[in-house]
């Protein structure tokens, strides 16, 4: 089973674009059933930026119940090394911080134990009602590109498996870096990513200097992500006003094409559900993208 959708419902970017119809772009309810009536699947980005709210999350299983849709949810900023958006959270947990008065950004090693602990609390309580209803596909830990091969990042990888484990989350992880796929560490890392149970997240990225190559294998028999961020070189790594303009990029049929080859023979044959994400969310791109995966791999809603 491929289920295709795109990182996201709710862009601005696309509610301005005019892919929803009149009535429906400021109405959270008829948003989500227009987009579930469309695609099988998103990928919640929100909860990346802030601590996600259980009454969000029963929220969504009431919009979709009747139909056969699952939320994949990116894991909070400081579940992946981040850090985080002081003025983001709770005023409790602000409180915790050096600075409590802090309202930008706090790298992770300013962070206290003791809140990164409620904070994975917090993320994984919050979810439940996805989880029990069925309606939680995978969760995306998706890390920076300064989380490298070392001994504390493969330890952390094994703690992110054991805690999103026994929270009955399906923990995905994504690498933002290319050292990850070098020929002497990439052998070990996809033998450990199978040993901790983590689905290994292939990227279709830019071909630029230090982004992570397209490397389709697959290390969970439950489930394989294919994120596809677009091809626009100059934006990868630029800091752009607005997260969506650096995966400002239209794909063409031949670059779809490629894409459903590497689904149908890499990667649907191996797993129970192959997850197809476009994240190239600038206005319609990701939607159209998303659209023309499902025609050209003869998939229906």
Do not use: C
């Given at each position: 089973m491929i289920r295709v959708g795109t990182a996201s419902w709710t862009d601005p970017t696309l509610l301005e674009a005019g892919w929803y119809p009149p009535g429906v772009k400021n109405d959270a309810k008829k948003r989500l059933r227009y987009y579930a009536e469309r695609f099988n699947t998103v990928e919640v980005d929100s909860t990346y930026y802030a601590i996600p709210r259980r009454r969000v999350a029963e929220l969504w299983v009431?919009?979709?119940?009747?139909?056969?849709?699952?939320?994949?949810?990116?894991?909070?900023?400081?579940?992946?090394?981040?850090?985080?958006?002081?003025?983001?959270?709770?005023k409790d947990l602000r409180a915790l911080l050096p600075n409590p008065e802090a309202t930008g950004k706090v790298p992770q090693s300013q962070l206290p134990p003791e809140l990164v602990e409620?904070?994975?609390?917090?993320?994984?309580?919050?979810?439940?009602?996805?989880?029990?209803?069925?309606?939680?596909?995978?969760?995306?830990?998706?890390?920076?590109?300064?989380?490298?091969?070392?001994?504390d990042t493969y330890g952390y990888l094994k703690e992110v498996a054991t805690r999103a484990q026994g929270a009955g989350h399906?923990?995905?992880?994504?690498?933002?870096?290319?050292?990850?796929?070098?020929?002497?560490?990439?052998?070990?890392?996809?033998?450990?990513?199978?040993?901790?149970?983590?689905?290994?997240?292939?990227?279709?990225?830019?071909?630029?200097k230090g982004a992570p190559p397209l490397v389709p294998e697959v290390t969970h028999p439950e489930a394989s992500v294919l994120r596809c961020h677009?091809?626009?070189?100059?934006?990868?790594?630029?800091?752009?006003?607005?997260?969506?303009?650096?995966?400002?990029?239209?794909?063409?049929?031949?670059?779809?094409?490629?894409?459903?080859?590497?689904?149908?023979?890499?990667?649907?044959?191996?797993?129970?559900?192959?997850?197809?994400?476009?994240?190239?969310?600038?206005?319609?791109?990701?939607?159209?993208?998303?659209?023309?995966?499902?025609?050209?791999?003869?998939?229906?809603?």
């Open positions: 009431e919009r979709t119940l009747d139909l056969d849709f699952d939320f994949n949810v990116k894991a909070y900023s400081a579940l992946t090394r981040h850090g985080v958006e002081a003025r983001a959270l709770p409620e904070t994975w609390r917090r993320f994984f309580k919050a979810l439940e009602p996805l989880r029990d209803a069925g309606k939680l596909g995978y969760t995306l830990f998706q890390f920076p590109p300064w989380f490298k091969p070392s001994e399906l923990p995905a992880v994504e690498f933002r870096h290319a050292s990850w796929y070098r020929e002497d560490v990439w052998p070990e890392v996809r033998k450990l990513l199978e040993e901790w149970g983590l689905v290994h997240v292939v990227v279709d990225a830019p071909r630029a677009g091809r626009n070189a100059e934006t990868w790594w630029a800091k752009t006003k607005i997260a969506a303009e650096r995966f400002d990029y239209w794909y063409s049929e031949e670059e779809i094409d490629e894409l459903v080859e590497v689904a149908k023979s890499k990667l649907e044959p191996k797993v129970k559900r192959l997850y197809v994400i476009f994240n190239n969310n600038y206005g319609l791109e990701g939607v159209a993208a998303a659209h023309m995966f499902m025609e050209r791999a003869g998939l229906r809603r």
